[in-house]
């Protein structure tokens, strides 16, 4: 499976750093959406009572399944949009790299989830950023040539989960160094030229890009220091 191939899928850092900012404890029920291949669910399992790793790909649950035996561990084909759970069920809710996939009804999902947490709850959001607001239109013209998603900056995170209801918001940034753009695209399963024209696209960037970006060009690559949030809000008691 060549997502599992993609650095920030299981790099041990990024995990370690979203699971820092969650403060589980071992009678957590916990519920991870968008959960993938299960990297999420699979770092926490042995912090947590119980958790139930959603995801509205088939496949993408499959291959969870398929690797791992993590008994405290439940994974169903759903989507955020619509959450079969009654409300205040789960201690947090994870949501790693999942909300720019959702092009309609974002406001819906983020609000399930807040209806599924129990008073005094958490949850733990991370997504990929541009490094800042210049560089925000060749982000959004690099990533469609690959892929329908949403841009969000930090601003965008915060608003979205006020929206949402979650009080106590707090962001935390992190870099993933010296990142291999031709081997992101490569494991997205890119057609050749519009893999060769996103490259491209670093390369033409102006000074100011290839600075915040850190970028390093060799004879056939780029590469570049990609920024994340961590965000966690908190469900008022």
């Known amino acids: 499976m060549l997502y599992n191939r993609q650095r920030w899928v299981t790099n041990r850092s990024y995990l370690e750093d979203f699971i820092k900012c969650s403060n589980f404890q071992k009678s ?5 959406v968008g959960t993938g291949t299960g990297a999420v669910a699979k770092a926490i399992a042995s912090l947590v009572n119980s958790i139930v790793a959603i995801d509205i790909s088939e496949s993408m649950l499959n291959i969870a399944v398929q690797n791992g035996d993590l008994l405290n561990i439940l ?6 949009r619509k959450l079969y759970f009654a409300p205040e069920t789960f201690d947090k809710v994870t949501a790693r790299m999942v909300f720019h996939h959702i092009l309609e009804g974002r406001n819906k999902a983020i609000r399930e989830c807040y209806r599924v947490l129990r008073k005094g709850g958490i949850l733990i959001f991370s997504e990929g950023v541009p490094p800042d607001e210049r560089v925000k239109p060749r982000y959004e013209a690099i990533f469609k040539l690959k892929e329908p998603r949403v841009t969000f900056m930090p601003k965008d995170i915060v608003y979205l989960l006020r929206l949402g209801g979650f ?5 935390r940034s992190r870099w993933m160094r010296n990142m291999s753009v031709r081997k992101w ?4 399963c890119i057609d050749n030229e519009n893999l060769e024209r996103i490259i491209q696209l670093h390369k033409e960037g102006d000074d100011h890009f290839k600075q915040v970006y850190n970028m390093r060009v060799t004879s056939n690559d780029v590469y570049i220091d990609w ?3 961590i965000a966690t809000g908190m469900k008022p008691n």
Do not use: G
């Not at 957590?28 to 991870?32: P, S, Y």
């Not at 009080?167 to 962001?171: D, E, G, P």
């Open 28 to 32: 957590d029920k916990v519920l991870d």
């Open 185 to 188: 695209l490569e494991n997205s």
């Open 227 to 229: 920024k994340f949030i």
């Open 75 to 80: 994974y169903q084909n759903m989507d955020v």
């Open 167 to 171: 009080k106590n918001i707090r962001l």
